[in-house]
């Protein structure tokens, strides 16, 4: 890992180009340079809500993963389920409120509650990290269910500080992955980044019977092996794909947090897989664990 004193003398020499215009941008850059252990990073397949509350495989193993990753210091979440339109947001209020953003589900689901605190100061980061775009702050979201159903097994205590990031779904596949290439920093502070969506989401065509579609395996496949090569172009342009990506995602949204992701993966980062089977035969629940090579 590179020390400090080196990161500032990179930047003195000029090898390492970071946009700053004033003094107090550089002692903004010195506070949110490395200084603790690289965290790791998770995609999350998260699936049925319902995944939240149902003792199964899911949920054991987002159970498991709160007690095996280090305790971070906070969380940023990108969930599938927070849209915006030509803005992107971060939440910034002292007391996200959990949201039930589904209907039809038992009254036990929408009881469940997740009263993590935020953190306005981890925002702040994350606005003056992203250079690609304004970020704006905001005080109406929340914690979706994006967030909330496997932050709850994973972190049930909900003492840990979370922040969620939006998807500004009109713009480009690019766009997202430089914005994850800007906020990768965090995980050098402690922040543990998730992305939470699916690598194959079409409810149109599940069916209860829990056989998987071929084109279903395809493209969990196609992903799969790219992030395995380090491909990751090819996620990127994955709408190359034709009507392979249509099928698989007839809207993109449970896709794009996964470029997030991509963004946010070092050199020496480890790629695993977990959870790597679907629901309800077109849902991937396959999930991601990228962390530092020892």
């Known amino acids: 890992m590179m020390k400090r004193s080196d990161f500032l003398k990179t930047i003195a020499m000029g090898s390492l180009?970071?946009?700053f215009t004033k003094l107090s941008d550089l002692r903004r850059l010195r506070e949110i340079s490395p200084d603790t252990e690289r965290m790791p990073?998770?995609?999350i397949g998260h699936g049925n809500p319902m995944n939240a509350i149902e003792d199964n495989a899911f949920r054991r193993s987002w159970n498991k993963l709160g007690k095996t990753l280090p305790k971070p210091k906070a969380i940023l979440t990108i969930s599938a389920h927070w849209i915006t339109r030509n803005s992107t947001k971060v939440t910034?209020?002292?007391?996200?409120?959990?949201?039930h953003d589904f209907g039809g589900f038992p009254q036990e689901l929408f009881d469940q509650q997740y009263p993590a605190p935020g953190s306005a100061e981890l925002a702040q980061d994350v606005i003056k990290m992203v250079q690609k775009t304004h970020v704006e702050e905001d005080h109406q979201w929340g914690l979706d269910h994006g967030t909330w159903s496997v932050l709850k097994p994973?972190?049930?205590d909900a003492d840990i500080p979370v922040i969620q990031l939006s998807l500004d779904y009109g713009k480009p596949m690019e766009y997202h992955f430089q914005i994850g290439q800007e906020i990768?920093?965090?995980r050098e502070k402690g922040v543990l980044v998730i992305g939470s969506g699916n690598i194959v989401h079409n409810l149109r065509k599940m069916n209860m019977s829990g056989v998987t579609s071929d084109w279903a395996l395809e493209f969990d496949q196609f992903v799969a092996n790219?992030?395995?090569d380090r491909n990751f172009k090819a996620i990127t342009d994955f709408q190359n794909l034709g009507s392979l990506a249509q099928i698989a995602h007839p809207s993109y949204d449970h896709f794009l947090p996964l470029i997030y992701n991509l963004g946010s993966i070092y050199n020496d980062d480890e790629i695993k897989f977990f959870n790597d089977s679907f629901d309800l035969g077109?849902?991937?629940m396959r999930s991601v664990l990228v962390s530092k090579q020892i």
């Open 17 to 19: 180009t970071i946009p």
């Open 41 to 43: 990073m998770l995609f």
């Open 92 to 99: 910034a209020m002292k007391a996200p409120k959990t949201i």
């Open 154 to 156: 994973m972190f049930p």
């Open 184 to 186: 990768k920093k965090l």
């Open 226 to 228: 790219n992030l395995i």
């Open 282 to 284: 077109t849902i991937s």
